[in-house]
C-alpha cells in the first residue's frame, strides 16, 4: 500500500505535468497543497482511508480525497495515466534544472520535440535553444549549467528526512525487551544536513529480538542482510538502514567509533596510544609491549557510556555535532570546548509568516503557537511585493498590519512581544523591494534572495553585499538561497559577504527549515570568528514549522555558537536596545 510521500510524490508529479501543460494556477496549487499536507500528517493517510476519514486531511477535498481513494485501492491513477499521454513524465524531471520553468519546458519540448533531458543536453550544446522565442544564448549557458549542478548533487538524505525517520527506528526499537539503550551514529547523529544511510545502535544483550522487530518495521520493501547481530533494509522510498546490536557493557566505544567522524576518530586513537592503550569499537585494551597490541581479556577496559570513553582519554565527553576533527579534540584537552547553544536557549522567532503573506494562520495565531513554545518575541516578516507568488505585501498593506499587531499585542498582553517587520526581497538589480523611507518605520527588516540566483559570481555577490551595507537591513536571511537537495545556493563570493557583514554588523541568520540549513556551519563558525551576530529563525509558515528550530539550532551548534553569540537568544530587553541601536546608525 501507497504511504504518504508516494501519495504526495504522485500529486507532486500531477501539479508539475499540468503545469507544463498550462492548467489554471488553482489547480496546480491544489494538488501542491495536497502534497505538501500528505508530508506533514502525522500518520499514514492509509488509516484515515480505513477510517472512512481522508476528508479530515487538511486541504484534501472531495476530488482529491477520491484519487487518495483510487491510489490506496488500485496503487494507480487513471487520471495520471492520461495526463502522461498528454505530457511525457520525464518532463518533470527538467524542472530540477535551476532557472528552467514550466513555459520553458513546454516551448522547447513542443518545438524541437524532445523529452529527455539527455536530449535537452544535446540540444543545447549543438546551439538549438538560443534562437528559440524569448531564450538565447545567456538562456542556453544557464541551462547546460543547471544540468551540470544536477550532475554534483549527491544521492545523500536531508536531515529534514533522515532525523524523523530514524527517531520512529528508535521509538519501535526502545520498545523491545531487553533493549537498554538506542541511538543514531553517523553523520546523522553529527547532524549534517545530508546523510548517508541511516545507522542505528542498540544495546542489548538479545541480539534476535531486535533483529525481528527491526527486519518487519513498518514500510520496509525489502531486507538487504541480516546476521546476529547486525541487519540491513530498504524502505520503500528507497531509504536504507542498518542496526547493529551491541552489549550493554560495550555500547559506549561502540557509539563512539560509529558515530565519527574518521579524523575525530584518528585523533582519539592517538591520544590512546600514547597512553599505551588501542582504542577500538568494542572496548579499550591495555597494549602489550611485546607485540604493540592490545592484549585483551583481563585486560580489556569496557565503556558502557560515551562519557567513560572519554574520561579514560582524559578528555571532556565532546559533543557529536563537533566531531569532525576542526579543533575540537585540541579544545578538549585544552578545557576550551564551547558551551553550545540548545533549542531552550532561543527566545524569540525573527522570521515568521502570516496570512498577510503566504503563511497558513492568523498573526493572533502564530503569535500564540510561538508563545506555546517559550518564545518572547515574534517578528512577522511577511513578504514583500515583487515576490509575487507569496502574495508579497505592497507598502499600503503595512498600515492594516501595522494596526492588527496593536490589536492582537493588546489580546496577547505580556505573553510575547509582536514587531511588525517584513522579509524584503534583494532584486536582481541589488535594490531591495521597499524604499529607504519606508524601512525605517518597520521594527525589523529581514533582507532575502529568492530569485536571480545563478547571476555570475561576481554580479550576485555585489547584489547581497548592496543589501547588507544598506543602513535599514537588520538580518540577511537564508544568504545563500539553497533548497536542499533541489537548488544550490547563490554563487556569492562568501568570505567578501562575510568581511561586509562583520564592517556594517548585520546579522546572519541560520535558517531552521531542513530544506534550507543556510547558512551552513561552515560559514556560520567563520562569522562568529569575524564577530558577527547570527540569528536563528523557523521561517516558519505554520504551527508545525516552529518545531523546525532544532534543526537551526544543529548548525548552529556544530558551527560552535554559544548563546552569546545568537541574537534571537538574547533576553527581550538586549535584543531590543540591538535593533535601537541599528536603527539610530541608519
Known amino acids: 500500500m501507497l504511504n504518504n510521500r508516494q501519495l504526495a510524490d504522485t500529486f507532486t508529479l500531477i501539479a508539475n ?87 520553458k519546458i513546454a516551448l522547447i519540448w513542443r518545438t524541437l520535440n524532445i523529452t529527455a533531458l539527455t536530449q535537452l543536453e544535446t540540444a ?3 546551439g538549438q535553444i538560443r ?30 528526512r533522515a532525523y524523523p525517520l530514524a527517531q520512529a527506528i528508535i521509538a519501535t526499537l526502545k520498545r523491545v525487551d531487553g533493549v537498554v539503550a538506542a541511538e543514531s551514529a553517523g553523520s546523522l547523529r553529527r547532524m549534517r544536513s545530508t546523510v548517508g544511510d541511516l545507522d542505528i545502535l542498540v544495546a542489548s544483550k538479545d541480539s534476535s529480538a531486535v533483529m525481528d522487530a527491526f527486519i518487519n518495521l513498518p514500510g520496509v520493501s525489502r531486507v538487504l542482510g541480516k546476521g546476529e547481530t547486525k541487519a540491513s533494509i530498504e524502505f520503500a522510498d528507497g531509504v536504507r538502514a542498518q542496526v547493529w546490536v551491541h552489549p550493554p557493557e560495550k555500547f559506549g566505544t561502540a557509539l563512539q567509533y560509529a558515530t565519527g567522524s574518521k579524523d575525530h576518530n584518528v585523533q582519539l586513537r ?21 607485540t604493540g597490541s592490545g592484549r585483551g581479556g583481563k585486560d580489556e577496559i569496557l565503556c558502557a557510556t560515551e562519557e567513560e570513553v572519554y574520561e579514560m582519554l582524559g578528555l571532556p565527553w565532546i559533543p557529536p555535532e563537533l566531531r569532525e576533527g576542526r579543533g575540537e579534540v585540541a579544545a578538549a584537552k585544552a578545557g576550551k570546548l564551547p558551551k553550545l547553544i540548545e533549542v531552550k536557549d532561543i527566545k524569540a522567532d525573527l522570521q515568521t509568516h502570516s496570512t498577510w503573506s503566504d503563511g497558513k494562520l492568523s498573526m493572533l495565531e502564530m503569535a500564540q503557537a510561538a508563545a506555546r513554545r517559550g518564545m518572547k518575541v515574534i517578528a512577522f516578516t511577511d513578504h514583500s511585493a515583487s515576490l509575487g507568488v507569496t502574495g508579497g505585501m505592497k507598502m499600503e498593506d503595512h498600515k492594516r498590519q501595522a494596526d492588527e499587531i496593536k490589536t492582537i499585542q493588546a489580546q496577547l498582553g505580556g505573553k510575547i512581544l509582536v514587531l511588525h517587520a517584513s522579509e524584503v526581497e534583494i532584486k536582481a538589480d541589488g535594490t531591495l523591494d521597499y524604499p529607504d523611507e519606508f524601512l525605517a518605520t518597520l521594527d525589523l527588516v529581514v533582507a ?4 536571480g540566483l545563478r547571476q555570475p559570481r561576481e554580479k550576485v555577490t555585489q547584489r547581497m553585499i548592496n543589501a547588507i551595507r544598506n543602513p535599514h537591513v537588520d538580518i540577511i536571511g537564508h544568504p545563500t538561497g539553497r533548497l536542499i537537495p533541489d537548488r544550490e545556493g547563490a554563487d556569492l563570493d562568501m568570505e567578501a ?8 554588523g548585520v546579522a546572519l541568520e541560520i535558517n531552521a527549515h531542513p530544506s534550507r540549513l543556510d547558512l551552513d556551519d561552515m560559514y556560520a563558525r567563520r562569522a562568529k570568528e569575524l564577530g558577527i551576530p547570527i540569528s536563528i529563525n523557523t521561517d516558519s509558515h505554520s504551527e508545525a514549522d516552529f518545531d523546525m528550530l532544532f534543526y537551526g539550532v ?19 530587553k538586549k535584543l531590543l536596545s540591538w535593533l535601537k541601536k541599528r536603527g539610530a546608525a541608519a
Open 448 to 451: 532575502s534572495m529568492h530569485t
Open 270 to 290: 592517538q591520544i590512546a596510544l600514547a597512553k599505551g592503550l588501542s582504542l577500538s569499537e568494542h572496548s579499550l585494551t591495555k597494549i602489550d609491549p611485546s
Open 17 to 103: 505535468l499540468s503545469e507544463i501543460k498550462g492548467e489554471v494556477i488553482y489547480v496546480i496549487l491544489a494538488y501542491r497543497k495536497a502534497s505538501e499536507n500528505l508530508m506533514s500528517l502525522g500518520r499514514e493517510a492509509s488509516e484515515y482511508w480505513k477510517e472512512g476519514k481522508l476528508r479530515e486531511i487538511p486541504g484534501v477535498g472531495k476530488a482529491i480525497a477520491e484519487k487518495i481513494d483510487e491510489l490506496l485501492t488500485t496503487g494507480k491513477l487513471e487520471f495520471l495515466e492520461k495526463l502522461k499521454l498528454e505530457v511525457p513524465a520525464s518532463l518533470a524531471d527538467w524542472l530540477q534544472v535551476p532557472g528552467l520553468g514550466p513555459k
Open 124 to 126: 543545447a550544446k549543438n
Open 131 to 160: 534562437d528559440l522565442p524569448g531564450m538565447g544564448a545567456k538562456s542556453e549557458a544557464a541551462i547546460l549549467e543547471g544540468i551540470a549542478s544536477l550532475a554534483r548533487r549527491s544521492g545523500r538524505i536531508p536531515l529534514g
Open 554 to 572: 544543529a548548525v548552529a551548534r556544530r558551527a560552535w555558537l554559544t548563546k552569546e553569540d545568537v541574537i534571537n537568544a538574547w533576553s527581550t
Open 497 to 504: 559577504v562575510l568581511n561586509a557583514a562583520a564592517e556594517t
